[in-house]
């Protein structure tokens, strides 16, 4: 029995393991080591990133003023700030509203293009980190079928 | 379930775009199956995206971006003939590679 136990530890991850007992919980697993992405409100994922972020009419949100199908909305953010560094997406009526976190290098645009599940209908936020302080954009999209499954 | 990704890339006026189509579930983890026992979180935690060994784009990613994940970015410094490497991770510590050939 003990000898079976020692074989299983070994030989998954600590973090599968603990899941498994029940230690940690599959959402703490998926956000070890990724600020912000466990937080359950809008103003948690905010505060891990560093605060309130002043309102900025030099970021763009593209997305839809209404989403049939909340699975697949398509997402632009566009900063005009510059030294943009960082890009976040946030959906803050999702269960997790911190979505996605890029990194932008030098000589790489801020602008992100992708596809982005909406539990319902929700404001996006989309903050950006430009020479080290935060700045944030809204829109809202209409979600008609939500996109987080049964 | 993981497949190859298609990555395009098109540069103009100094400006390579980069297109990208990930075959990846990207299951949330909040979904039952029919019998109501929880489908396991599956979903790519991590993009990176690379020129000439650079990096020009990284990401960390929750659940929400969509299953089958599409991304486009634009970046400077490359010509074309040149390649863009875009690389995934997951939250089960599966990795994938492809790249294109700037066009």
Not at chain 1, 40 to 62: C, E, H, Y
Not at chain 1, 97 to 119: C, K, N, S
Not at chain 2, 7 to 21: D, I, K
Request: aromatic letters at 4%.
């Amino acid at each position: 029995m003990i000898a079976t136990r020692r074989t299983v530890l070994r030989a998954t991850s600590a973090m599968a393991t603990l899941v498994a007992l029940g230690i940690v919980t599959a959402q703490q697993a998926h956000a070890a080591g990724r600020p912000g992405f466990d937080a359950r409100t809008l103003q948690d994922a905010l505060r891990t990133l560093g605060g309130a972020p002043a309102t900025s009419n030099q970021i763009s949100i593209a997305s839809p003023d209404v989403a049939e199908n909340g699975a697949v909305v398509p997402v632009t953010v566009i900063s005009r700030l510059p030294k943009t560094t960082e890009m976040f997406v946030l959906v803050e009526r999702n269960p997790l509203p911190l979505t996605v976190a890029f990194t932008i290098p030098e000589g790489t645009e801020a602008e992100i293009q992708t596809r982005l599940r909406m539990g319902e209908t929700s404001n996006i936020v989309a903050v950006v980190r430009a020479d080290g302080r935060l700045f944030s954009a809204v829109k809202e999209t209409r979600v008609i079928l939500g996109g987080c499954g049964g | 379930m993981a497949g190859p990704m298609r990555v395009r890339a098109t540069e103009e006026g100094g400006l390579t775009t980069v297109r990208v189509l990930m075959a990846h579930p990207m299951e949330t983890g909040l979904r039952r199956s029919s019998d109501g026992s929880p489908i396991a979180a599956h979903y790519i935690t991590n993009v990176e995206a690379t020129h000439n060994g650079r990096t020009v784009l990284s990401g960390v990613w929750g659940p929400a971006v969509s299953q089958n994940p599409f991304l486009a970015f634009k970046f400077r410094g490359a010509t074309k003939g040149q390649r863009v490497a875009v690389r995934w991770t997951d939250n089960r510590g599966a990795t994938r590679t492809d790249e294109a050939v700037i066009a």
